[in-house]
Nanobody, 117 residues
């Protein structure tokens, strides 16, 4: 069982930055691929970025070069550094954990990110 709690969302102007954090509880954190997803109003939830234990990352084309995912396995934390934010980045951002073997998936409650002037 894994519980995920996100923090760090808020209102930011276009071009600004935010850093999202996700605290995970439970054992065997290293067995999980960690990711960030987002869902804008009226749209499907989409993958933003993911990282497996050994540091291999995957990013959506729309955020490459602007967002950076990182994880601290000792602290069971995952981060999403978001730079050069655009209004189209506005969404609820969810932390995700997916077990590498079983595929069992857990979600956080989400944190709102609003990019607006």
């Amino acid at each position: 069982q894994v519980q995920l709690v996100e923090s760090g969302g808020g209102l930011v102007q276009p071009g600004g930055s935010l850093r999202l954090s996700c605290a995970a509880s439970g054992s065997l954190f290293s067995m999980y691929t960690m990711g960030w997803y987002r869902q804008a109003p009226g749209k499907l939830r989409e993958l933003v970025a993911s990282m497996i234990y050994d540091g291999i990352t995957n990013y959506a084309d729309s955020v490459k070069g602007r967002f950076t995912i990182s994880r601290d396995n000792a602290k069971k934390m995952v981060y999403l550094q978001m730079n050069s934010l655009k209004p189209e980045d506005t969404a609820v951002y969810y932390c995700n954990a997916r077990h590498r073997s079983s595929g069992l998936t857990y979600w956080g409650q989400g944190t709102q990110v609003t990019v607006s002037s």
